[in-house]
């Protein structure tokens, strides 16, 4: 292979990556809202006691796989504030004397 050819094919990489991040960065905002909506009402239907009680009656499986992602959505909230904390202090509080 000529190096002529090599850097094309490393500029049309760097260009195929630029425009899946592009993608990416456009429908974040959408995929974190959509997240937070369902994860919310997944919430309220498993905090609510009639609920809970029937389907730990006749789909305890799919009760437990509910808590179970619920907790994993937790982890990953907790994990994105402290996250966002750890930056917000890094670049945005005035330096102390």
Do not use: W
């Not at 490393?10 to 630029?18: D, E, N, P, Q, S």
């Not at 991040?21 to 905090?47: F, I, K, M, P, W």
């Not at 917000?88 to 005035?94: E, G, Q």
């Amino acid at each position: 292979m000529n190096p002529l050819s090599i850097r094309k094919r490393k500029r049309l990489r760097k260009l195929k990556i630029a425009k899946i991040l592009q993608n990416v960065q456009e429908t974040l905002g959408v995929d974190l809202l959509t997240l937070t909506v369902c994860s919310s009402y997944l919430r309220s239907l498993a905090n609510n006691l009639n609920v809970r009680r029937y389907l730990a009656k006749y789909h305890f499986r799919e009760l437990n796989e509910i808590d179970r992602l619920l907790a994993q959505i937790d982890r990953i909230y907790r994990a994105y504030e402290a996250r966002k904390r750890k930056y917000a202090t890094r670049f945005f509080l005035p330096e102390r004397d």
